[in-house]
């Protein structure tokens, strides 16, 4: 049997025990007074906030591909759950659960969707203002510590009326109530750093998610992946806070144990889109039995029902479809769903009877007033920044993997192109020079994929949580990678350019600098563009290579400008690469002097100077850089011209990334 005790114990600490099941020892949450401060003055939900939901005729309908017809992926499904209460909801394999979750959590469009969804008895609110959604991977900042995770989200989710301080002492409650005490400063890991484990993680990002006053929480197989000890712990954790704020929690799970079984108080059994069982958890056992199921002493009741409702490994389909359609009339006529019939009755007059008693009802449940965001714009871009600038800091895959890379090129080239001399015959070394630094240079900006990719995930999630908007998020992304390019930029020209031995003086490193700075803005701009159009990592890598190889192409390197086909013109106007290249060879050449080449007269026997550049009949047997830039047909370089469009086409992109994560609300 279940029950929930709070008393005191010697010391005054309030002892919340819970005893989950006769199996099982008791397992207590100690609270001192300290804590209880913290936690229930500042508990994210005051009793009387706390919001039922019930469901009545629900069906999820989308139309078949093959038969182009109209397809009940639920059909028909009515339930409800009250504060404090947890469901379960359970069936085999493609029975409807995740599409009954997220009808429920309101992520379904609702075109597709009839029947009525009822918060404290009322239709029409928006579920999605009051509610979490947990999803099944863990979308986390792996880079931070389980501290400044939940810290992330108490600071966007919070009004701005509640202090910094306040913030953290509901961060320090909810590690404590998710039992993250341990580990609250250890950082969460990713493919790099080892981190917490698997059941921490959840814990967090769970915990994560209740720290920003959700009502209603939907947890998607919030065990999927976790052995049963830390599955125990996850659930646990869930439905100890939910009892003691009057959460509301339903969960779609796979195949609990008997331990995590016995915590839920509510099941939803489904099967073929059809409800099988919606009553209490215990009510299932007699349910079954009156149908003529009975449970063995010691098997794991969650195992029998979903033995006795999976008919997918049937070899007679028909008998199996039968059988469950058979199961699903039964329930409609059994005194389970007359009793749910009730409690969806008697919330709604309820809410007819408060409503009458005063006006003022229900502004508290509502969600009209509800603002989506609980921080404005500023804030919510200095969050952002604030988190992206840590994590670029800290993931090495983000930047710094880049910076050791541009390092060792620098000094790969700078050893191969070494002082190259001001000789006719190193004109060509000169072009090549510049050309690769530009072209490799942005070129492995799809290094950063991978990084970007990883915070997409948990982007999805948080803006799917209402912790901020798009703007704001692809605002920080732009603010972060100003200092990063730049120490990528920095670091390869302080290296490189005196080791080829390029223009010396400060203003002409520093405009090399400069235009390799703002290639590599476009190029990064470019890359989360992509990615954030394409978020799969060989599809979005195979494009940008395609890209830079093609903006290699027509950059005028290869082929001259005036030899480009006229269909492809447009093309090399459009290539940041251009830019880049055309202002560093002007910064470079312009301003020097070149040697002719030297050789022997055939006929006098004489030496005399060959000049391919400038002066040809070889009087001065030297040429300018100036010579070399006009006879490539580099003529109409305007600098600032150069680095407005290097400008524009980041700013393009950035407006592109923006644009492509608004239109992919609902995808991938
Ligand atoms: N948009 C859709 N188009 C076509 N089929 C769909 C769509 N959504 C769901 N289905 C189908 O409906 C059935 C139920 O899907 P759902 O994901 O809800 O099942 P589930 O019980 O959560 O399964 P699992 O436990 O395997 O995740 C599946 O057969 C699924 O393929």
């Not at 038969?67 to 469901?87: A, D, R």
């Not at 002492?169 to 950082?187: C, N």
């Not at 479809?321 to 008697?346: C, F, R, T």
């Not at 979005?540 to 013109?569: C, E, Y």
Request: aromatic share 12%; proline share 3%; net charge neutral.
């Amino acid at each position: 049997m279940e029950s929930i005790n709070t008393k005191h114990d010697a010391e005054g600490e309030r002892v919340v025990s819970e005893t989950v099941t006769e199996h099982r020892e008791e397992v207590h949450i100690k609270i001192s007074e300290h804590d209880k401060e913290n936690t229930l003055h500042s508990a994210p939900l005051q009793a009387e906030e706390s919001i039922s939901i019930s469901w009545t005729k629900l069906t999820y309908t989308i139309t078949n591909k093959k038969t182009k017809k109209p397809e009940n992926i639920i059909e028909n499904c009515c339930g409800t759950v009250k504060p404090g209460e947890i469901l379960a909801i359970m069936g085999p394999s493609g029975a409807g659960k995740s599409t009954l979750l997220d009808v429920l959590a309101g992520r379904k469009d609702p075109k597709n969707v009839t029947g009525t969804i009822y918060l404290n008895g009322k239709s029409g609110e928006n579920v999605k203002f009051v509610s979490t959604y947990v999803m099944q991977d863990d979308a986390l900042m792996g880079s931070l510590t389980v501290r400044e995770n939940i810290q992330f989200a108490a600071d966007l989710c919070f009004p701005s009326t509640i202090s910094s301080k306040e913030r953290r002492q509901k961060v320090a409650a909810i590690i404590k109530e998710f039992g993250l005490e341990r580990v609250a400063d250890h950082k969460v890991g990713n493919i790099i750093i080892r981190g917490i484990s698997g059941g921490e993680k959840r814990r967090t990002a769970i915990a994560s998610q209740f720290v920003t006053h959700p009502k209603i929480i939907f947890l998607d197989e919030p065990t999927t992946g976790l052995d049963s000890a830390a599955a125990y712990s996850v659930m646990n954790a869930i439905i100890t806070t939910a009892k003691m704020y009057k959460l509301t929690v339903i969960a779609s799970i796979h195949q609990p144990s008997s331990e995590v079984f016995a915590l839920f108080d509510k099941l939803y059994l489904i099967s073929r889109g059809g409800t099988v069982y919606h009553g209490s958890r215990e009510g299932a056992l007699e349910y079954f039995k009156d149908q003529g199921y009975e449970c063995p002493e010691h098997a794991n009741p969650a195992d029998f029902y979903l033995s006795k409702i999976n008919v997918d490994f049937m070899s007679d389909k028909v008998v199996g479809e039968a059988h469950i359609q058979a199961l699903i009339g039964k329930y409609k006529e059994s005194s389970a769903k007359l009793l749910v019939d009730k409690e969806i009755d008697e919330l709604s007059v309820l809410i007819d009877k408060e409503d009458a008693a005063s006006d003022k009802l229900s502004t508290s449940t509502t969600t009209q007033g509800y603002n989506r965001y609980a921080r404005g714009f500023f804030a919510q871009t200095y969050f952002i920044t604030k988190r992206s600038f840590t994590n670029a800091y800290r993931n090495i895959l983000l930047y710094w993997i880049r910076v050791a890379m541009y390092v060792c090129l620098a000094l790969l080239m700078g050893s191969v192109w070494w002082q190259v001399e001001f000789d006719q015959k190193n004109i060509q070394d000169r072009f090549s020079a510049h050309f690769f630094s530009v072209a490799f240079l942005v070129f492995m900006s799809v290094a950063g994929i991978p990084g970007f990719l990883e915070e997409r995930v948990v982007f999805r999630r948080e803006r799917a949580d209402g912790f901020y908007s798009v703007g704001p998020y692809a605002l920080a992304n732009f603010i972060v990678s100003i200092p990063f390019v730049f120490v990528i930029a920095l670091t390869f020209t302080i290296v490189a350019y005196p080791m080829i031995g390029l223009h010396s003086g400060f203003n002409h490193f520093m405009l090399f600098l400069a235009f390799l700075y703002l290639a590599l803005m476009v190029a990064e701009s470019m890359v989360v563009f992509v990615a954030a159009v394409l978020p799969i990592f060989v599809v979005a890598l195979t494009i940008v290579a395609f890209l830079n190889g093609f903006f290699m192409v027509v950059q005028g390197f290869f082929v001259r400008r005036d030899s480009i086909p006229h269909g492809w013109k447009w093309a090399h106007y459009i290539d940041y690469q251009k830019y880049a290249f055309e202002a560093i060879i002007k910064n470079d050449f312009v301003g020097l002097t070149f040697n002719c080449d030297v050789v022997e007269d055939e006929s006098t026997g004489l030496s005399r100077c060959a000049c391919f550049y400038g002066d040809t009949s070889g009087k001065s047997c030297t040429f300018t850089g100036q010579d070399v830039l006009n006879a490539f047909g580099y003529t109409e370089i305007k600098l600032w011209l150069w680095a407005v469009a290097l400008l524009g086409l980041t700013i393009i992109f950035r407006i592109g990334f923006y644009a492509a994560l608004r239109l992919r609300k609902n995808r991938l």
